[in-house]
T-cell receptor, first 113, second 113 residues
């Protein structure tokens, strides 16, 4: 069974700093997708960024980028120039094929002014 | 598109009562997921449907929980009888095709007293 592990329950940084959230996963499949979701206090789940396993290039969306290490089964999220609005729970998620999304336990990120 | 629509947003009920949560997926999406979120257990997949057919209900806690998808635009999650430990936020999500990213509703916060 696929599992997703986020080893950092909480993180806190100052506004404008760069922060990296860690995620590792376990699978025997070679083709799959990885996602980072953001859940602000409003509780809405918002897709931040996606990565397809067969693509070697790391995905980037504005201030958000990933470091995808397929051999190490690692998928970290880097937030550059962090903003107060980035304060949220961040979930790493894995899906293979058309199957279910499997989520990590989440990292609570606080951006301090 | 209005996104995934869940109702009600909040539900408070007494132990032993029947609770029905409702979800309208995004039009054209063919996969629908029900998740439960608690502090202790994080995000758990309860059940998912593909083309209105239940594919995996291994996450349904027990027989008190049931889910239906009578057509492509509507699904329900029913708890009967409800118990205090069912208190959680219940999310519905839908997806289509590749990449299989899930779009989430606003969630229903259920409180069983």
């Amino acid at each position: 069974a696929q599992t997703v592990t986020q080893s950092q329950p909480e993180m806190s940084v100052q506004e404008a700093e760069t922060v990296t959230l860690s995620c590792t996963y376990d699978t025997s499949e070679s083709n799959y997708y990885l996602f980072w979701y953001k859940q602000p206090p409003s509780r809405q789940m918002i897709l931040v960024i996606r990565q397809e396993a067969y693509k070697q290039q790391n995905a980037t969306e504005n201030r958000f980028s990933v470091n995808f290490q397929k051999a190490a089964k690692s998928f970290s999220l880097k937030i550059s120039d962090s903003q107060l609005g980035d304060t949220a729970m961040y979930f790493c998620a894995f899906v293979q094929g058309a199957q279910k999304l499997v989520f990590g336990q989440g990292t609570r990120l606080t951006i301090n002014p | 598109d209005a996104g995934v629509i869940q109702s009600p947003r909040h539900e408070v009920t007494e132990m032993g009562q029947e609770v029905t949560l409702r979800c309208k997926p995004i039009s054209g999406h063919n996969s629908l997921f029900w998740y439960r979120q608690t502090m202790m257990r994080g995000l758990e997949l309860l059940i998912y449907f593909n083309n209105n057919v239940p594919i995996d209900d291994s996450g349904m806690p027990e027989d008190r929980f049931s889910a239906k998808m009578p057509n492509a635009s509507f699904s329900t999650l029913k708890i009967q009888p409800s118990e205090p430990r069912d208190s959680a936020v219940y999310f519905c999500a839908s997806s289509f095709g590749t990449p299989p990213e899930a779009f989430f509703g606003q969630g229903t916060r259920l409180t069983v007293v």
